[in-house]
């Protein structure tokens, strides 16, 4: 027995017991390995399931691919948007529309190995909602990139309220509760694995060994890392805020000692602070830090501003493998059953 509140395919026949959402971007070369191993893996574990491959305006061959795969096994199902969204986004449409009991997310370069699933099964079974992978070591990464993931991962532990794991990635699988509690939250500047953290529930991890890229190229490169974290830490700390008003105070303690200084300095005759140099230096430093503190509140209002508009996460241009549902939904906001569209 499964600890769903749900019992497997309750209020709907042929909802699939497990879905499992593949963002795709450029991945031409990795997809037939893909649904090989993940078709074995699900295979294997017994359960109905639907693998939902969301593609986030792939450039190449990747659509006319999945458009294949989904014509030889009506399992695979397809959400096409109608441009890139990114990778965040991608993973949201897949939980609006997965209708498994348990949902699992993996990435399509295969890194995060499918056969983990099974794993994660048992753990949803034993009545854990969320269980996150967890990775003990990357293979074929280089230095910099591991240095820069460890200390991102402990400096926004460190900064935030919310108990973010360590070291977890996006692969993960959570059960339809926490899926549908998921469909709530619908701000633009997306940190999936910080969001169902947040959510709580019970969880656990699971270690891992993460392979190397099967094939293509990084979809992460080190400026999306960069957007990454900033929308990580924007939606859960203010840290960055409170530092302004940190440095307003120190500085001010600190021209206070300086006036003083000066003062007896020049009642003593000494002329050490004579001249436009060390004033220059003083302007330049402050102008520098109220600068950093703009562009720092400037980041948090752009947010508020994305917000404000409210227009959808995502636009979907096709999708395939789906039924009974009107041609442009709107985002589903605490809904009972995910939506769905014609095929």
Known sequence: MTNSPLPPNAGAPDRPTLSVIVPIFNEEAVIPELYRRMTAVLEDIGESWEMICVNDGSRDRSLEMLRDLHDRDPRIKLVNFSRNFGHQIAITAGMDYAQGDAVVIIDADLQDPPELIGAMMEKWREGYEVVYAVRSERRGESFFKLLTA????????????????????????????????????REHHRFMRGLSSWLGFRQIGIEYERAERF??????????MLRLTMDAITSFSYLPLRLSTYFGFSLA???????????????????AFAGQATTLVAVLFLGGIQLIFLGIIGEYLGRIYDESKDRPLYIVSMAYGFADVPDDPPPPVNLQEPHAVVD
């Not at 699988?173 to 709530?184: F, H, I, P, T, Y």
């Not at 990084?218 to 999306?224: F, G, M, S, V």
């Open 150 to 185: 460890r200390t991102f991962y402990r400096l926004l532990r460190s900064i935030t309220d919310v108990d973010i794991p360590l070291d977890a990635g996006d692969f993960r699988l959570m059960d339809r509760r926490v899926v549908l509690a998921m469909r709530r939250l």
């Open 215 to 224: 094939a293509g190229e990084t979809k992460y490169p080190l400026r999306k």
């Open 253 to 271: 303690l600190v021209s206070l000692i300086g006036i003083i200084l000066t003062i007896a300095l020049r009642l003593s005759g000494n002329s």
